[in-house]
């Protein structure tokens, strides 16, 4: 079965506690990208990737890492939370990036920040 | 102005109406209008997409754009308590290679 998986799925943390949160796909999509999503902004992107190691900023990558080092793993790292990434995070992927239509999104991540 | 507007809701309709969910759109370079459809707790899953003006239809669902207007619309007929959840409205260009969330319309469909 074609999916995104994401771990964990509930995180409270600390202002100040480095976290990371997972991201894996099994369709060998070339293109990886996270998410936040807020009560009345909808979905931002925070940060993409075309392919293993090109990885480039969103519109919101502002206290955020990345990497991809593998194909099927996109890791986000948040390494010194604060309460205003209170959020739900998404990963997504899809064959490109030019192919919105193949995008699959991972179950989300509810993220609070003390 | 915002590039993308949706009206939030919630809209509350009985099992068996016909749901309107709409959203406007101020950038002229779109090229693909899409619908997706989340459920509580779930991921945005692809409902339908188009690339051009008219009406698309699958099943229950109509997808229709208007680009001389800017305005894009999906209609749910027969609407079902399943079809509970929020419909986000997402506008893509080859330009800005990403894609533009309206904020959602939470949908209850009540039996």
């Known amino acids: 079965e074609a999916q995104v998986t994401q771990n964990p799925r509930y995180l409270i943390t600390v202002t100040g506690k480095k976290l990371t949160v997972t991201c894996s796909q099994n369709?060998?999509?070339?293109?990886m990208s996270w998410y936040r999503q807020d009560p009345g902004l909808g979905l931002r992107q925070i940060y993409y990737?075309?392919?293993?190691?090109?990885?480039d900023k969103g519109d919101v990558p502002e206290g955020y890492k990345v990497s991809r080092k593998e194909k099927r793993n996109f890791p986000l790292i948040l390494e010194s939370p604060s309460p205003n990434q209170t959020s739900l995070y998404f990963c997504a992927s899809s064959l490109g990036r030019g192919r919105p239509d193949t995008q699959y999104f991972g179950p989300g991540t509810r993220l609070t920040v003390l | 102005q915002k590039e993308v507007e949706q009206d939030p809701g919630p809209l509350s309709v009985p099992e068996g109406a016909i749901v309107s969910l709409n959203c406007t759109y101020s950038?002229?370079?779109?090229?693909?209008f899409m619908w997706y459809r989340q459920y509580s707790r779930k991921g945005p899953e692809l409902l339908m997409y188009?690339?051009?003006?008219g009406n698309k239809e699958d099943g229950r669902f109509t997808a229709q754009v208007d680009k001389s207007s800017k305005y894009i619309s999906l209609f749910i007929r027969d609407s079902q308590p399943s079809d509970s959840a929020t419909y986000l409205c997402?506008?893509?260009?080859?330009?800005?290679?990403?894609?533009?969330f309206g904020a959602g319309t939470r949908l209850a469909v009540h039996p």
């Open positions: 950038n002229s370079a779109f090229q693909y």
């Open positions: 997402a506008f893509f260009s080859g330009g800005y290679n990403k894609l533009i």
């Open positions: 369709m060998n999509h070339e293109y």
């Open positions: 188009t690339y051009s003006s």
């Open positions: 990737s075309m392919n293993v190691e090109v990885t």
